[in-house]
């Protein structure tokens, strides 16, 4: 593989954790009908694939965020992913939920930090960035300082990348859809025919029949 987008796709075609379907395509809980399907969390019952994930991660981190101090996790997908990358760095752990819990101490960041501390953020995946980027404001909210975020993989949605743009947070995935794309192709997943239909759902994700 020439690049890491293109050998973390591999991965995650091989081991199912995508599937491209584009004439049947798959509805998602919000109702769009998507010709994609991801659910990075299969890779972690890959020993290979989840240390590549780790390690690309971890580098990446040492390249652009030196100065981390803290990992954190969105819950629930990025958690294990978070520790993972976490022990390579030999850096404390905490992780971020959906919600503040209804009990007991009713955290919302879970883990041990404290204001000032820098932070990176882990995700698995880049949809529209809403809920990733409600717990950048958390942990802005803590008086930690957001360094950035790092995700698997992102769909490239406009949407994502003004969501981003707006909170002021840099995102840095290990993938992203076009490599997945150019790579199905390369690789007969997929027929060239099919591409342009599955370039015209990433434009206009809401309006794909």
Same mark, same amino acid.
């Given at each position: 593989?020439? /690049?890491? *987008?293109?050998?973390?796709?591999?991965?995650?075609?091989?081991?199912?954790?995508?599937?491209?379907?584009?004439?049947?395509?798959?509805?998602? *809980?919000?109702?769009? &009908?998507?010709?994609?399907?991801?659910? #990075?969390? &299969? /890779?972690?019952?890959?020993?290979?694939?989840?240390?590549?994930?780790?390690?690309?991660?971890?580098?990446?981190?040492?390249? &652009?965020?030196?100065? *981390?101090?803290?990992?954190?996790?969105?819950?629930?997908? *990025?958690?294990?992913?978070?520790?993972?990358?976490?022990?390579? !760095?030999? !850096?404390?752990?905490?992780?971020?939920?959906?919600?503040?819990?209804?009990?007991?101490?009713?955290?919302?960041?879970?883990?041990?930090?404290?204001?000032?501390?820098?932070?990176?953020?882990?995700?698995? !995946?880049?949809?529209?960035?809403?809920?990733?980027?409600?717990?950048?404001?958390?942990?802005? #909210?803590?008086?930690?300082?957001?360094?950035?975020?790092?995700?698997?993989? /992102?769909?490239?949605?406009?949407?994502?990348?003004?969501?981003?743009?707006?909170?002021?947070?840099?995102? /840095?995935?290990?993938? #992203?859809?076009?490599?997945?794309?150019? !790579?199905?192709?390369?690789?007969?997943?997929?027929?060239?025919?099919?591409?342009?239909?599955?370039?015209?759902?990433?434009?206009?994700?809401?309006?794909?029949?």
């Amino acid at each position: 593989m020439n /690049t890491v *987008a293109e050998k973390v796709a591999s991965y995650l075609l091989d081991i199912k954790a995508i599937k491209l379907e584009p004439t049947h395509p798959f509805t998602w *809980a919000s109702g769009w &009908k998507s010709p994609i399907y991801c659910d #990075n969390r &299969k /890779t972690l019952s890959y020993p290979e694939v989840r240390s590549y994930i780790k390690e690309q991660f971890a580098a990446l981190i040492r390249e &652009k965020y030196p100065q *981390a101090e803290v990992i954190a996790g969105v819950a629930t997908g *990025a958690i294990a992913q978070g520790v993972l990358v976490a022990q390579e !760095l030999g !850096l404390p752990f905490i992780y971020v939920r959906s919600s503040a819990k209804s009990h007991g101490l009713e955290n919302l960041i879970e883990g041990e930090y404290k204001a000032g501390q820098k932070v990176v953020v882990i995700e698995d !995946l880049i949809s529209t960035g809403g809920s990733s980027l409600q717990a950048v404001e958390a942990l802005r #909210n803590a008086e930690c300082e957001v360094l950035g975020m790092v995700a698997i993989f /992102t769909y490239g949605f406009q949407k994502a990348e003004d969501n981003f743009k707006n909170a002021s947070c840099e995102l /840095t995935t290990l993938s #992203n859809y076009n490599a997945m794309i150019d !790579l199905a192709v390369k690789v007969g997943y997929v027929q060239a025919d099919q591409v342009e239909k599955l370039k015209e759902w990433r434009l206009s994700p809401e309006t794909y029949k």
